[in-house]
């Protein structure tokens, strides 16, 4: 997915936000167009939700404490199924997170239709923890594979020990 710089009627701006909802900066700027409000820091307003990844003092969150966001938002997108969820590198850039801290965190988004995840995360949720190698679709199936060394991952269940 490219930046967002327009939004059908039915699609949602999905930011990395703050609890005290001061969208001064980054994607939390850009979502002001789309109906973000200052002092809403989390969920659906407009066409934007805000996934908290700073707390009231601008203090940068746990990935524990975004984990609970996030799960919040996927369960509110489940809830949801007539919107599309374009979820932009939340935490990636002013909480200072990479990728590939944040992306794990949005591994049960992956088999939700209506959530659209950065390419960047999509990547890297795409590669075995293991070997660090691309994972291979097996049979056009929901079953993806490590080629090298086999170990299965069904990108909602995360890799299992079987060996194809």
Known sequence: ??????????????FGS??????GRGAAKQALKWGARYGKG????????????KD?????????????????????????????????????GLAGYKP???????????????IKLPDRFIEILMVCPYCDILLVQHN???Q???P???HRNYLLYGCTDEVI
């Open 1 to 14: 997915m490219e930046k967002i710089t327009k939004l059908a009627p039915n699609q949602v701006f999905v």
């Open 18 to 23: 703050n609890l005290a909802g001061k969208h």
């Open 42 to 53: 989390e969920g659906l307003c407009g066409q934007t939700y805000g996934i908290p990844t």
């Open 56 to 92: 009231r003092n601008l203090n940068v969150l746990s990935l524990e404490q975004i984990a609970k966001h996030i799960n919040r938002f996927i369960k509110f997108a489940k809830q949801h199924p007539n919107l599309e969820f374009l979820v932009t590198e939340i935490g990636c």
């Open 100 to 114: 590939k801290d944040i992306a794990p965190l949005f591994r049960k988004a992956l088999k939700v239709h209506n």
């Open 140 to 142: 056009n199936g929901p």
């Open 144 to 146: 993806w594979y490590c």
């Open 148 to 150: 090298q060394c086999g």
